[in-house]
């Protein structure tokens, strides 16, 4: 087994990767194509945390000339000349701030960073303006066209999501200083653009004639994250050495990396991609964690919940055309585009007759972390009371003690406090409320289930077990009616092939308290 390693988890400079020894995942042959291959100027979608940075710092030394760092990897047979362009780079993700005028300062000074390089022109005072002329002047004192690299540009934007009002400030900021990029075309001999999602009303986007977006081209869907293959070529010995720290065979080890990190794909070729930040973080650590939902996770997230409302039961197997999810981001009417260009939804399948995608949740820690959003939007924003309760029913439900995961459930939503806990007043409110919990916990749950009469309220399966549950909301109504409609509409046929039990389970919710009255549960 070979010794220890570097992971470059949260390294986003290629330089620093390359010289100080990190383990690094050959991407320039991608870096070559991208810059020889696609036009003048390009657009990638991509999740945070997913490599998007390092992409933009790779092209960057790429087009400075840094032939030294690519030594013994693929582009270094392919590239002859290595010219030295002049290359600007903004990191956009630095102008993240909630008040315009302080974006206006970010850029401002890093306009200041490269007119220390290149001069200053006096008569040049709006960001557009000064930007370019510093792309046609870097190009008049080296004599090469200059480069463009935004990286992150939409991070500003994302970032106001429920503030309309400064949301539209930044805009025509980002606006003034992206414009003038449609007509810098003889000075530039590339631009790069990366982010999550795309804004159409931006100039950069409406003005650009000749953008290509490659971020659903099969050609280019490996080109940030790890592939399968790139796993098993790269990190043989990191998986054995973390499954013998973790006291697993290695093929479960395989598995459980499978379970936990793969499952993105970002076109109809259907790539596997793992999560690179999750996987060298659990390879650096020893540890299987989710560390790319703690740390991508934006608190706007919730934000977008609650502008576009939608049924928990249809984040898996969501369909759509492409033109439905791809969308810019002033264009959306639903929660899907969001979901799926931040990575909490990826592509499970695509139909080439109907041209149809197939979205779901990528994976375990996706998984695990959106329910856990979902819970804290839905039922309360108590993160201490919410873990108490995961904590209760994860044990209960270990032991398949279903008895003592509703005891659980009862006195977690009775403790809600009133005005957070109003607006739960039918039945679907509590079968959101069972789904989201039990789902944060890993169990697979299904709600409003259809079969030849009727619909059952939610079906819950472990390992062991099949729990149909029906509940009651109305004040007269008693677990032995939840029960008997269980038996009545044939709730429990659509099971009889399955080897495990399955278990019934009634339940009356009580208007006055806001929680489970009583419940009974028929082995």
Not at 475 to 501: C, F, G, S
Request: glycine share 6%; aromatic share 12%.
């Amino acid at each position: 087994m070979d010794s220890f390693r570097r992971y470059p988890a949260g390294v986003q400079d290629f330089e620093k990767i390359r010289t100080e020894g990190f383990v690094y995942v050959d991407k320039t042959q991608y870096i070559y194509d991208l810059a020889n291959t696609q036009g003048d100027a390009v657009f990638l979608s991509r999740p945070r945390r997913f490599g998007k940075s390092l992409l933009c710092s790779t092209l960057k030394y790429y087009f400075r000339g840094r032939r030294d760092l690519f030594q013994g990897l693929a582009i270094d047979r392919l590239e002859s000349e290595w010219i030295q362009y002049p290359v600007l780079h903004f990191d956009m993700s630095r102008a993240k701030r909630r008040d315009p005028s302080k974006v206006r300062d970010v850029l401002s000074g890093k306009l200041s960073d490269y007119e220390s390089v290149y001069g200053v022109n006096p008569t040049k005072k709006t960001l557009g303006d000064r930007l370019e002329w510093l792309v046609a002047e870097a190009h008049r004192q080296t004599g090469h066209k200059s480069v463009l690299i935004f990286d992150e540009y939409d991070s500003p934007m994302l970032e106001l999501i429920s503030d309309s009002g400064a949301m539209g400030e930044v805009r025509d900021i980002l606006t003034e200083f992206y414009g003038p990029v449609k007509s810098m075309g003889e000075h530039l001999r590339f631009v790069f653009i990366t982010g999550i999602t795309k804004f159409s009303q931006m100039s950069i986007f409406s003005s650009i004639n000749n953008l290509t977006n490659i971020s659903m081209e099969r050609r280019w869907e490996g080109i940030c994250g790890i592939t399968a293959q790139e796993l098993v070529d790269n990190f043989q010995p990191d998986v054995e050495r973390l499954a013998h720290d973790n006291g697993m065979i290695v093929d479960a080890m395989w598995s459980a990396l499978r379970d936990m990190y793969d499952g993105y794909h970002f076109s109809r070729g259907l790539t596997d991609i793992y999560n690179p930040f999750s996987l060298l973080n659990a390879f650096r650590s020893g540890e299987l964690q989710d560390k790319w939902f703690d740390s991508a996770t934006p608190s706007s997230l919730i934000d977008v919940l609650r502008f576009y409302p939608f049924r928990i039961q249809s984040l898996d197997n969501v369909e759509l055309f492409a033109s439905d999810f791809d969308i810019p981001f002033d264009n959306f009417n639903t929660v899907y585009p969001i979901l799926y260009q931040s990575g909490y939804l990826t592509i499970k399948d695509y139909d080439g007759d109907l041209k149809l995608f197939t979205l779901g949740i990528p994976n375990r820690e996706v998984h695990n972390g959106l329910y856990k959003v979902l819970l804290a939007h839905y039922v309360s924003t108590d993160v201490t009371s919410n873990s108490s309760l995961l904590v209760h029913v994860v044990r209960a439900m270990r032991r398949d003690d279903i008895d003592a995961a509703m005891a659980a459930v009862q006195s977690y939503l009775a403790a809600l406090p009133y005005d957070g806990n109003s607006g739960r007043r039918n039945e679907l409110d509590y079968e959101r409320d069972l789904r989201i919990i039990f789902e944060c916990i890993g169990i697979e749950v299904d709600t409003e289930v259809r079969n030849a009469t009727g619909r059952c309220d939610v079906v819950m399966k472990t390992a062991q077990r099949i729990y149909v549950l029906e509940l009651k909301i109305d004040d007269t109504a008693t677990v032995a009616d939840a029960l008997a409609q269980i038996d009545e509409k044939h709730y429990l046929i659509p099971y009889w092939n399955d080897p495990r039990p399955v278990v019934k389970v009634g339940a009356v919710l009580d208007r006055t308290s806001r929680t489970i009255r009583e419940w009974k549960t028929v082995f």
